[in-house]
């Protein structure tokens, strides 16, 4: 269903059931799916986020303000899609780290036809540091990113298999949808990705589809099109 993605991976996800810091089960897990589809001709791009390092709100009125936060949490990023790297190298695989912000020799300036190369010649490319701006999310970034490398969809790796009407882990009557649109979802506030996000993916346009990372082989069978997680469109 889907030949190129751009896969968007919680920092939470590499954190393991605690969200936090890197599992090393998990990172395994993730890379050995990732280079099975590798293996099998799919291409794909990551974009990490850092959360299970730093968050960049979690500094504002701690000491040092917004730009610095985001700053903090971009380097997070970048230290995600470094052990995921390794992960994959691990595994056979070619994986290269991008940054949006000059970070040589700690990884490569991120040149939308260098990452285009590398997927075409079966590499992964990870796609690091958000947007390199502040006030911008990692969604937003991962948006931007799928939009340049031409991704025919968006895959959000959640902790959750789709997206829901309230948090299916608070609310015991929360109803999953198996597609939406993206006014949808803005009208609605669902907690999918920002409003940047959906308007960048809208204007591709890029479906977005959420799912569960943490099911054995949920993402083979979103590559093979089987309708798991939750499709949001234009």
Same mark, same amino acid.
Do not use: W
């Given at each position: 269903? #889907?030949?190129?993605?751009?896969?968007?991976?919680? =920092?939470e996800?590499? =954190? %393991?059931?605690? =969200?936090?810091?890197?599992?090393?089960? *998990?990172?395994?897990?993730?890379? &050995?799916?990732? &280079?099975?589809?590798?293996?099998?001709?799919?291409?794909?791009?990551?974009?990490?986020?850092?959360?299970?390092? @730093?968050?960049?709100?979690?500094?504002?009125?701690?000491? @040092?303000?917004?730009?610095? %936060?985001?700053?903090?949490?971009?380097?997070a990023?970048?230290?995600? *899609?470094?052990?995921?790297?390794?992960?994959?190298?691990?595994?056979?695989?070619? $994986?290269?780290?991008?940054?949006?912000?000059?970070?040589?020799?700690?990884?490569?300036?991120?040149?939308?036809?260098?990452? +285009?190369?590398? +997927?075409?010649?079966? %590499?992964?490319?990870?796609?690091?540091?958000?947007? %390199?701006?502040?006030?911008?999310?990692?969604?937003?970034?991962a948006?931007?990113?799928?939009?340049?490398?031409?991704?025919?969809?968006?895959?959000?790796?959640?902790?959750?298999? =789709?997206? #829901?009407?309230?948090?299916?882990?608070?609310? !015991?009557?929360?109803?999953? #949808?198996?597609?939406?649109? @993206?006014?949808?979802?803005?009208?609605?506030?669902?907690?999918?990705?920002?409003?940047?996000?959906?308007?960048?993916?809208e204007?591709?346009?890029? !479906?977005?589809?959420? @799912?569960?990372?943490?099911?054995?082989?949920?993402?083979?069978?979103?590559?093979?099109?089987e309708?798991?997680?939750?499709?949001?469109? $234009?």
């Open positions: 269903m #889907y030949r190129r993605v751009l896969l968007k991976l919680s =920092g996800s590499l =954190g %393991g059931p605690a =969200g936090k810091g890197i599992d090393e089960k *998990s990172l395994a897990k993730y890379a &050995a799916e990732i &280079a099975q589809a590798v293996r099998k001709g799919y291409q794909i791009a990551i974009v990490n986020g850092g959360g299970n390092i @730093f968050r960049g709100l979690q500094g504002v009125g701690k000491g @040092f303000d917004r730009v610095t %936060g985001d700053r903090m949490g971009m380097l990023t970048v230290i995600n *899609s470094l052990a995921l790297a390794g992960a994959l190298r691990s595994e056979g695989i070619d $994986a290269q780290v991008f940054t949006a912000v000059q970070m040589v020799p700690v990884a490569r300036p991120y040149v939308r036809e260098d990452a +285009l190369s590398l +997927l075409e010649n079966g %590499g992964v490319a990870i796609i690091s540091g958000g947007t %390199g701006n502040p006030f911008f999310s990692t969604d937003s970034g948006a931007l990113r799928a939009l340049e490398v031409g991704a025919d969809a968006l895959l959000k790796a959640t902790r959750v298999d =789709g997206v #829901y009407t309230a948090d299916p882990e608070k609310d !015991p009557d929360a109803v999953k #949808y198996e597609e939406l649109t @993206f006014d949808k979802a803005l009208v609605d506030h669902l907690k999918v990705m920002d409003a940047t996000a959906f308007a960048l993916c204007q591709g346009p890029v !479906p977005v589809v959420v @799912f569960n990372v943490s099911e054995e082989g949920a993402l083979m069978r979103v590559l093979e099109g309708p798991i997680g939750t499709v949001v469109h $234009a």
